[in-house]
C-alpha cells in the first residue's frame, strides 16, 4: 500500500531533506584526493547531530555507515572505510538519509574527486543528472508512475552513445516510496517494464525517491561478499543521482533540494511546489 502524506507530514520530510542536503554540501567540499570514505562518513555523522537529525542508513539491515560512498565501478550501497582512499580522477556517489521527526528523506550525487576525469564519465554524471530531473518533472498529478519511469529511460535513451557504445541503465535496483520508513512501495524502476503495467495513479501526499543509476557499460550487476557493495560486471564506472520527491496540489517539491527544486524544474516547464519551511 503506498503511504499518503498529510501537508504537516510532508512538512517533515522536508526538515529531514534541508539536513541530507547540507549533509551532501559538506561532503562533496571534503571529496578530494587523499581523503578516505571513513572521513566522510565522519563528517555525515557530525552534520545529523549538530541538525538534530538522526541516521536512516546506519544499522539499516546491519549496515555500518552513515552514508553509502560508492567509487567508480561500485554502483550503490558502498560502505564508508579507512581503507578506501579518493584519488584523483575518481567519481564517488554519496548516498546520504536522515530523519527527523520520524520522517524520512533520502538523495545521492556523484562527486568528481581532483582532475583529469574523461569526458565520457562527465557527461555520464551529466546523463544521469538530468535523467532524474526528466523523472521528476514527469511526477504530475494524474499521472502514472509509468510516467516517472518512461522520462528517466526516454532521456538517456535520446543521448548520444558513449565512447564505451552504450549507457547500462541498472535493473536490479531502483527508487522507492519514502516516507515513515525509508523503503516503501511503490518501487521506481528507471526503465519501462511492460509487464508491471502502467503502476499507481500520481496523487498529491505521494513521496518518491527517484534515482537513476547508470554505467558506461553493463546494466548487469553483483554483490561483493560483504553483502552490500554493487558493482557492474563489467568494471565499467556508474553513476548515481537521486532526489527525495513529494507531490502536491501545487506539484512536485524536490525535498533533498536546497530551492525545492524551483530552478530546474522552471528549466523543464514545470514550477515546484511552495517550500512549506520557507
Same mark, same amino acid.
Given at each position: ?20 542536503? !547540507? &549533509? ?14 571513513? !572521513? ?25 555507515? =552513515?552514508?553509502? %560512498? ?9 560502505? $564508508?572505510? $579507512? @581503507? ?25 550525487? %556523484?562527486?568528481?574527486?581532483? @582532475?583529469?576525469? $574523461?569526458?565520457?564519465? +562527465? ?15 514527469? &511526477?504530475?498529478?494524474?499521472? +502514472? ?44 524502476? =528507471?526503465?519501462? !517494464?511492460?509487464? +508491471? ?6 496523487? $498529491?501526499? &505521494? ?5 537513476? &543509476? ?12 560483504? @553483502? ?20 502536491? @496540489? ?29
Amino acid at each position: 500500500m503506498v503511504e499518503i502524506k498529510t501537508p504537516e507530514q510532508i512538512a517533515k520530510m522536508r526538515a529531514a531533506g534541508l539536513v541530507v542536503a !547540507e &549533509m551532501h554540501r559538506r561532503c562533496a567540499a571534503a571529496a578530494v584526493p587523499g581523503v578516505s570514505t571513513a !572521513e566522510l562518513d565522519e563528517i555525515a555523522a557530525a552534520t545529523l547531530r549538530e541538525m538534530g537529525a538522526k541516521p536512516n542508513f546506519l544499522g539499516y539491515g546491519g549496515f555500518t555507515g =552513515n552514508i553509502c %560512498t560508492s567509487v567508480n565501478d561500485v554502483v550503490v550501497h558502498g560502505i $564508508p572505510g $579507512p @581503507e578506501t582512499v579518493l584519488a584523483s580522477g575518481d567519481i564517488i556517489s554519496i548516498d546520504a538519509g536522515a530523519v527527523v521527526d520520524g520522517w524520512h528523506a533520502d538523495a545521492a550525487l %556523484t562527486v568528481f574527486v581532483g @582532475e583529469g576525469h $574523461p569526458e565520457e564519465v +562527465r557527461e555520464l554524471s551529466r546523463v544521469t543528472d538530468a535523467s532524474l530531473w526528466a523523472g521528476i518533472a514527469a &511526477m504530475r498529478k494524474g499521472g +502514472r508512475l509509468v510516467d516517472i519511469s518512461k522520462a528517466v529511460e526516454g532521456y538517456i535513451r535520446r543521448q548520444p552513445r558513449p565512447a564505451s557504445g552504450k549507457y547500462g541503465i541498472i535493473e536490479e535496483y531502483g527508487g522507492h516510496g519514502i516516507g515513515s520508513a525509508m523503503h516503501m512501495d511503490p518501487h521506481v524502476l =528507471n526503465y519501462v !517494464e511492460r509487464r +508491471r503495467g502502467r503502476g499507481p495513479k500520481l496523487v $498529491p501526499g &505521494m513521496c518518491l525517491a527517484i534515482e537513476p &543509476m547508470v554505467s558506461l557499460g553493463t546494466a548487469k550487476t553483483h554483490v561483493l561478499d560483504d @553483502e552490500w557493495t554493487v558493482k557492474t560486471n563489467d568494471g565499467s564506472w556508474a553513476a548515481h543521482w537521486e532526489h527525495s520527491v513529494a507531490l502536491t @496540489e501545487q506539484g512536485p517539491l524536490v525535498l533533498t533540494a536546497v530551492d525545492g527544486g524551483a530552478a530546474r524544474l522552471a528549466e523543464l516547464g514545470v514550477r515546484a511546489a511552495p517550500d512549506p519551511l520557507a
